[in-house]
């Protein structure tokens, strides 16, 4: 098991910037790939976007391309994604989750992973 807390979330004006962090803890972090999700209400949860364990590989959302960017730091076994250029309907509560089982492609269903944080709101203003 991994225990994952997230940070850095709140109430943004469009076109402003966020930067939300993933605390992981349990397992050893450069064993496993990691993502974040974002759930509006009365939504699904979505993938945002994934990074591989190493952060070799990733994969990004079409609504996401160009303005957020995943990346994680082993060292500190923490996940990061910095959101650029919001727009209010990045409005969500964002999730990080921890993929466990050996996979070569990235997950992009919440099926693919094992464990998640509890989220961080994300409120941009228009």
């Known amino acids: 098991q991994v225990q994952l807390v997230e940070s850095g979330g709140g109430l943004v004006q469009a076109g402003g910037s966020l930067t939300l962090s993933c605390a992981a803890s349990?397992?050893?972090?450069?064993?496993?790939?990691m993502a974040w999700f974002r759930q509006a209400p009365g939504k699904e949860r979505e993938l945002v976007a994934a990074?591989?364990?190493?952060?070799?590989?990733?994969y990004y959302a079409d609504s996401v391309k160009g303005r957020f960017t995943i990346s994680r730091n082993n060292a500190k076994n923490t996940l990061y994604l910095q959101m650029n250029s919001l727009k209010p309907e990045d409005t969500a509560v964002y999730y990080c989750?921890?993929?466990?089982?050996?996979?070569?492609?990235?997950?992009?269903?919440?099926?693919?992973?094992?464990?998640w944080g509890q989220g961080t709101q994300v409120t941009v203003s228009s």
């Open positions: 989750a921890a993929c466990l089982r050996h996979t070569i492609v990235l997950p992009t269903t919440t099926e693919g992973y094992d464990n």
């Open positions: 349990g397992r050893t972090f450069s064993n496993y790939a």
């Open positions: 990074i591989s364990s190493i952060g070799s590989r990733t």
